[in-house]
């Protein structure tokens, strides 16, 4: 987004921005650069003015990563507030629409998500933390609703698919996933391994070591008791 599209934006929304941005200053230990919908950071780019802080993205992990943020729907210009967005038609190929107007965006979307990616991959991220059931950052399960009426089916938002495109091995997990020990460790360590495959330190540092679930110590052998 250019500093003249920025100074449009509402202040709360700058404010936002601009702490998400302070979390993405060069850490001098930080082994990863994750990529992470901005509404997960706290800055308050969602449709209602709000955001989606996730806590587990302000403790250790953000000791030890370069964050960088991406709020589809603010960097294609929609503003903050906007009309709430909602992905329509064939789940493989979901359109997206505003949900009051029925207003087509996917055109702009995909020009958007295919030239981002393209910038992130140059980047070189080790992986990406995506927002749950957003039309445009969510992972699996998004709701993409039946024009005629019907029930609707789960789909991936418009902005998750293009990534995905163009790092189809990227490390990924949705917020919600975060809080799952298991999960959470499998993807640090997928994001540490692809962090090492491109030259960085080998070691995690001790704030990502605490995202891992410790082995449980195994207990003593019982030694029979002694007939005599």
């Known amino acids: 987004m250019g500093p003249q599209r920025l100074l449009h934006l509402p202040g709360a929304v700058l404010e936002g921005l601009r702490h998400a941005a302070t979390l993405c200053e060069p850490v001098p230990k930080a082994k990863l650069r994750l990529g992470v919908s901005a509404c997960l950071l706290g800055a308050r780019v969602r449709y209602d ?28 210009g929609l503003g903050v507030p906007r009309p709430p967005l909602l992905l329509r038609g064939d789940p493989a190929a979901p359109r997206l629409v505003v949900a009051a107007t029925g207003a087509d965006l996917t055109r702009r979307m995909r020009r958007f998500a295919a030239a981002r990616a393209r910038a992130l991959a140059r980047l070189g991220l080790d992986g990406f933390v995506l927002k749950s059931r957003s039309p445009s950052c969510g992972l699996a399960g998004v709701p993409v609703h039946d024009p005629r009426g019907g029930t609707a089916r789960p789909g991936r938002g418009l902005w998750a698919a293009a990534l995905l495109a ?55 052998a019982r030694r029979p008791p002694r007939r005599t």
């Open 166 to 220: 163009r790092l189809p091995t990227l490390p990924v997990i949705e917020e919600t996933a975060l809080d799952d020990p298991v999960a959470r460790a499998a993807f640090v360590r997928r994001a540490l391994a692809r962090a090492r495959r491109r030259g960085r330190r080998a070691t995690a540092p001790r704030p990502l070591r605490a995202l891992t679930p410790r082995a449980t110590p195994r207990a003593p």
């Open 49 to 76: 003015g709000g955001d989606a802080r996730h806590p587990r993205l302000s403790g250790p992990l953000a000791r030890a990563v370069e964050w960088v943020p991406v709020c589809p729907e603010v960097e294609l």
